[in-house]
């Protein structure tokens, strides 16, 4: 497929809010509250800001040249570069149909989650041992968590069949501001209960005597893991970027989009955990468990709960997209299929896999692989080992192999080298990879 014909994003608005649609997903409404939950509030908001700036922007404006330079997909981009590190883009797609697997299998609970607000009782049921019996219930059923993962997988495939511009972007330009409206609507009734500026106090003002090597490595990690980088997604993304779209400009934005999504989620959340005299730090149960037993307490439960549902419904949708677009991409350009080919070839797989990940949370968790079910295996592998590893090569990549000249080019077209340069090149070259280094040492118990 030649560059001229290549399907590209209609302009600079487009290319921020589908980047910012694959950035934003679970990761910031349901697992950074909890951990920020868990370590300390305010002061893990912080370091992880720092870490945002530090090591997310420029591993994602490499991961945009990259796409930039090439106007190829992943496994394509580091081909034409440079054939030895092809690995890399491998590892993307290998990541992505994994992620993307069991990905599936909790997009469905959100959207089980969504219809159950509206159509059940128990959404007004204040027993939180009650949701704790729902939630595993559901999650164990032999059949219904399959058919919502597959149903989402199917979502997933049709807006990826219609193509970049009628269907991944047209479809980032409705999902992206009912995100941030709901997300908005939502963080100002929470602040507004009863003992929620408690809730505002413990995640904006940050208690730095709290803080451990466990909370600023945390924060790293939700840094990387939250903006979607190490997956090759945004390198696929920034391929479809129009002539003249500013990496720099791009990268900023959607960073600016992601850190917000963030905030706006832990301001939704802790207040309405401090007004039900709730802990903060109760894990990853915040958002199925603990989050229905608030809403149960409140006037309009069930409006409530299926706004919130359905924000993370949209969420996730946003970033099954991605990384089903990652690799349709890649069987399009690299396997010559047909669009509508690839995308099948993409669902079907990792339908098939979200089933078997669905499937070893209930009658199949007794089959075990090195102690791990198959869904927290697909969790482990990805989110300890390909991710990082992913992430830390192509940092290296570009800081030592990627032609500097390319590299500037990206990043300023009209030839003005910013003094900024200098200081994003020690931090793709140096601090970056040393912070991943240290992330995959930890996520892997060696130290």
Known sequence: MSAKKRATFGG????????????VGLGNIWRFPYLAGENGGGAFFAIYLLAVMIVGVPLMISEFSLGTATHRNAVGAFRQLNKRWVFIGYMGVLASVLILSFYLVVAGWTAEYMFHSVFSDQVQNPDPASHVAAFENFITNPWKPVLYALGFGLVTHLIITMGVQKGIERASKVMMPMLFVALLVLAIHSILM??????????LAPDFSKVTAKTILAAVGQAFFSLSIGLGTMITYASYFKQGTSVRGTTLQVTLLDT??????????????FSAGI??????????????SIFSTLPMSAFWS???FLLLVLAALTSTISMHESVTAYL???????????????TLFTGVLGIVASLSMGIWSGYTLFGFNIFDLLDYVTANILLPLGALLTCLFVGWKFDQKVFRQQLYPDCNVGKEYRVLRFLIRYLCPLSLIILFIYNLGWA
């Open 279 to 292: 802990e903060p730090d109760s894990g990853p149960s915040l958002v199925f468990i603990t989050l229905p």
């Open 260 to 273: 917000t999504v963030a905030l706006l989620a832990g301001l939704m959340i802790f207040p309405a955990v």
């Open 306 to 308: 299926t706004i919130f």
């Open 332 to 346: 399009e350009e690299e396997w010559k299929l047909s669009r509508r080919a690839a995308a099948w070839a993409v």
């Open 194 to 203: 009863p003992g929620g500026m408690e809730g505002l106090k413990f995640f």
């Open 12 to 23: 600079r608005l487009s290319a921020v809010l589908v980047a910012a649609g694959s950035a």
